[in-house]
């Protein structure tokens, strides 16, 4: 392999560590699905799992609800951030033609983000925290069903999670504003841009028409995708940093004998704020970090420039815009939400994501098509596969996010299995896939070891996606719940079938790591944990002996 | 905006046009009094949630098919869901119960026969003990 650079070092670091996150989530996935299929089923497993767990035994509900806590703090920002990471920590310099402006924050973000995530996965694992990740309130700070201390330790972990995400956007943000570049923009300058005031301005006529245009003029399309995607990024993490303080205060409070009245704080402000904050991450940063993914692979990987470049870049700030308006989706089956804001908030504006989202899909296909024949590589199958996961998800979302239909899918598998996990399985991951496929090659000078491998790949995570996704989505649509045990075999046909399809994407996984650590070695793979200095002590000592 | 791109973006509209029309209107049943009737409802039942336990009306949820009446649901502790099954376990309706305040629903039942109450959002680890079966009786 080449000598490995700086930041192509930390790039394959985190995608490494995002990549076995994403294992512990699907182990996760499937240890649940199984004991949705029979409660009892993992009863030996975890009888040797209580012999380091402290405290009383807990009920199969307990550890079933805990790691349901746990699983999409391991799979969101776990997996998904540090994939993120690592890829934006290695393009937005390359693409601004400058290093990272913080060199230090990269491998403290390294740190933090998995600190962070055990800790909760721990506040789940040993202190039963089973609140869930949505937290309404007051259920995290009810005491009499939610273990105090492992709430305390599970809001210390998200807290890092979020401060680790807050600079990360700040590092990033500082990247393309730092003033040692021909391209300088300032703070503002970038905000204005990011959310179209000064073309806002122009188009009014009340600004200089010569002013620079971040747009047009300035910043790659990608860079523009990152930079509004982060600013949903910072909201997110500001917003659930708030809602995890709050909890923090609770718990502390009741640690010191001084419990506070959970009721002073209102049901529904509070699950409106956090669902604004939370939506950030579902229907902000995701949407629009992945059409400037895809903005980027698709030309480079057929050779011809975005189709409706220009067009993009407006529907990005549309997408921001959007974003910032569409959490009461959430809130449909909330009666006391103001009817005005579940039909403007819930369902007329979250359908912008319709029109941002197939007017982004459209300039992808027309770019692929356009450029024929293409050569199907890797990187370009997994890209399509995440538009279908898109195409897919974002559907079962359009359908539940209606004041009508909502009556009947609000919190039911469908929500959480054809929307979710579509989003997260067939699209957001095939995407990781994708960017994986290109940038390996890119950072190591290595084609993948076994091209053989990756059309198994393909359709084996995504058959075992969809058929996971679909199987539970039917199984809503005949009422089932999330989030809740049925017993007497109800739904287990659905449930099994779901099981396979967690087992094929388990399969789908493996092949891809074969392959990564077959092209890297796996001494180069552990070796990219080794501290430089003690990798350069050991290549020093034969050379002395 | 390219040829292609505008006649694509009339696609988009006419698919959120037809779509939303669709599910504001009556053809959705619920729409019909939820969005533009608001009927007065014939009977009111009181539904209280604590400590994992639903407490219903002393004498039972029972009403005409085809009546309209109004749910009205109330939390004491955490945030509870409150929905109506049909016996093949498929929903008829949902609402949130949060605390600190009254959730109300107004619905009508065409259908007489029993209907099933669960929970519809979790609750705490005990949360699928929420479950009453023939909890609502509707009469012919």
Redesign the interface.
């Known amino acids: 392999m080449a000598q490995l650079g700086w930041q192509e070092k930390w790039t394959l670091r985190f995608a490494v560590v995002g990549l076995l996150f994403l294992a512990l989530a699907g182990f996760e996935g499937l240890l649940m699905r199984t004991q949705q299929y029979d409660l009892e089923a993992l009863v030996p497993m975890e009888g040797v799992l209580n012999t380091v767990r402290m405290g009383a035994e807990p009920t199969q509900e307990e550890l079933y609800f805990s790691m349901m806590s746990a699983h999409p703090i391991v799979g969101i920002y776990g997996f998904v951030y540090m994939a993120i990471m690592g890829a934006f920590y290695f393009l937005v310099p390359y693409l601004v033609g400058k290093g990272v402006r913080y060199k230090k924050l990269v491998p403290l973000n390294f740190a933090l983000q998995p600190i962070g995530v055990l800790i909760c996965w721990a506040a789940g694992f040993f202190g039963m925290f089973s609140a869930l990740y949505t937290l309404y309130w007051p259920l995290p700070v009810s005491y009499d069903r939610v273990p105090l201390l492992s709430s305390v330790v599970f809001m210390i972990g998200a807290a890092i999670i979020m401060v680790n995400i807050l600079l990360f956007a700040f590092n990033l943000f500082s990247t393309v504003l730092s003033k040692n570049n021909p391209h300088s923009y300032s703070f503002w300058g970038f905000l204005r841009s990011a959310f179209g005031i000064n073309r806002l301005m122009k188009w009014l006529g009340r600004e200089d028409k010569g002013a620079p245009n971040l747009d047009h003029d300035g910043l790659p399309v990608f860079l523009v995708a990152v930079g509004r995607g982060s600013i949903d990024t910072v909201i997110n993490a500001f917003v659930l940093l708030t809602a995890g303080v709050l909890i923090l205060v609770y718990g502390l409070a009741a640690l010191f004998n001084s419990p506070l009245d959970p009721l002073a704080v209102n049901a529904l402000v509070y699950k409106n704020w956090f669902w604004w904050g939370l939506d950030m991450v579902a229907d902000g940063n995701v949407l629009i970090y992945t059409a400037g993914i895809w903005y980027l692979l698709i030309p480079l990987l057929v050779g011809r420039e975005l189709f409706g470049a220009k067009v993009v870049k407006t529907v990005i700030m549309v997408d921001l815009l959007v974003s910032m308006g569409v959490w009461s989706h959430h809130l449909l089956a909330d009666t006391r939400q103001p009817t005005w804001m579940k039909l403007l908030s819930g369902q007329f504006i979250t359908w912008g994501e319709f029109f941002t989202m197939g007017l982004t899909i459209f300039a992808s296909l027309m770019t692929i098509w356009l450029a024929r024949p293409v050569k199907m590589t890797p990187a370009l199958k997994f890209v399509l596969a995440s538009i279908f996961g898109f195409i897919m998800g974002g559907t079962a979302g359009l359908i539940q996010a209606n004041t009508g239909l909502n009556m009947v899918f609000h919190n039911t598998q469908w929500v959480i299995a054809l929307h979710a996990h579509t989003f997260l399985l067939t699209a957001v991951s095939s995407l990781v896939f994708a960017v994986l496929y290109a940038l390996v090659p890119m950072l190591t000078k290595k084609e993948f070891r076994y091209p053989q491998l990756v059309n198994p790949h393909l359709w084996i995570w995504v058959l075992g996606a969809v058929l996971n996704a679909y199987a539970m989505g039917m199984a809503g649509s005949q009422g089932m719940l999330r989030r809740t045990i049925y017993e007497g075999g109800v739904f287990q046909g659905y449930v099994a079938a779901a099981l396979v399809g967690g087992v094929l994407m388990g399969v789908g996984l493996i092949l891809f790591l074969v392959n990564v650590i077959a092209t890297l070695g796996l001494g180069e793979v552990i070796g990219l944990f080794i501290p430089d200095r003690w990798r350069r002590q050991e290549k020093a000592a034969p050379a002395r002996a | ?2 040829k ?2 505008r006649r ?2 009339f696609v ?1 509209i006419a ?2 046009l037809v ?2 029309a669709f ?2 209107s009556p053809l ?1 049943p ?2 019909g009094w ?2 533009w009737s608001r009927p007065e409802p014939s009977q009111r039942f009181a539904i209280h949630a604590e400590d994992y336990r639903f407490e219903l009306p002393p004498g039972g949820i029972e009403f005409g098919a085809g009546e309209y009446v109004e749910f009205v649901a109330t939390s004491g ?3 509870y ?1 409150f ?1 109506a ?2 016996p ?9 119960v ?4 009254e ?3 107004i619905w009508r039942f065409d259908e007489p026969g029993s209907y099933d109450v ?1 929970s ?9 003990e929420m479950y009453v079966p023939g909890a609502i009786r509707v009469i012919p």
């Open positions: 905006m390219d292609e791109e694509w973006l988009l698919v959120f779509f939303n599910t504001l959705i619920w729409q939820l969005l502790d955490v945030t869901g929905g099954f049909r093949d376990g498929t929903l008829v309706f949902q609402m949130q949060l605390p600190g305040m959730n109300r629903m669960r519809t959002e979790y609750s705490g680890p005990r949360h699928s």
